[in-house]
């Protein structure tokens, strides 16, 4: 007789992450605000704050606070996060204040390297994506291509503990994860193509984010 195993997987080690869908709408107002935004080479110069963060990409546009509001990126955002701390620890978020949220337009060879965020919450996600980001330059690796992928880094590689997770750009998709998950993006190559994606980092409830305790 064939011996069955009842059993569970049990993954609470590591910060939680949460991954949506970016509303088809909102999508569109934020591609067509940095569109707007790059013809006007006054307020393109203005809103970029790249020199300020640590990508070596073409340029990173922060959003100003009322687009935020009116695209309803910040109701988008407040949602979910709202799901997201409910999901994972039951309390209700009463504080939701974002600090800011950027636009990263990366371009063939461009990266950004390992790094953080400030606030209590952060999160990634994307707006344009390349058909195509390139392939090995060595043919016959088996190993996946990462060219254009963010990956969120924690802890270091041990069995059975990998350390990394690696996502594809995909339009639409956005992660959340606390501000002190560190991740990079990887550059690609053999396209002229945009890889156009957004950030925020935001507060909420003291209370919920201090683990800690007074």
């Known amino acids: 007789m064939e011996n069955k ?20 709408e909102i999508i569109i107002k934020l591609n067509n605000y940095v569109d707007k935004v790059v013809q006007d080479k006054q307020k393109s110069k203005e809103l970029d704050v790249g ?7 073409t ?14 990126w910040y109701n988008f955002l407040g949602l979910c996060i709202n799901q997201w701390i409910k999901l994972e620890t039951n309390k209700e978020v009463k504080k ?14 461009e990266y950004n390297p390992t790094h953080w965020h400030g606030g209590h919450i952060s999160g990634a996600g994307f707006l344009k994506v390349p ?3 390139g392939s090995h330059s060595q043919k016959e690796k088996n190993l996946a ?5 963010l990956q969120l880094i924690h802890g270091s590689r041990m069995f059975l503990c990998h350390s990394t997770l690696d996502l594809t ?3 639409g998709d956005f992660y959340f994860f606390p501000n002190y998950l560190m991740h990079t993006v990887f550059p690609f190559k053999d396209t002229k193509e945009e890889r156009r994606s957004i950030s925020f980092n935001a507060i909420i409830d003291d209370e919920i984010y201090n683990v800690y305790g007074r």
């Open 59 to 72: 340029q990173e546009l922060v959003l100003e606070h009322n687009f935020i509001k009116e695209s309803g």
């Open 145 to 149: 291509y990462r060219g254009g992928n």
């Open 169 to 171: 750009p995909s339009v």
């Open 5 to 24: 195993i009842q059993y569970r997987l049990i993954k609470k080690f590591g910060p939680s992450i949460f991954h949506v869908r970016i509303p088809e």
């Open 131 to 133: 058909k195509s980001m």
């Open 96 to 109: 939701f204040e974002i600090k800011n949220s950027w636009i990263v337009r990366q371009f063939e060879n």
């Open 51 to 57: 020199k300020n963060l640590v990508g070596d990409v």
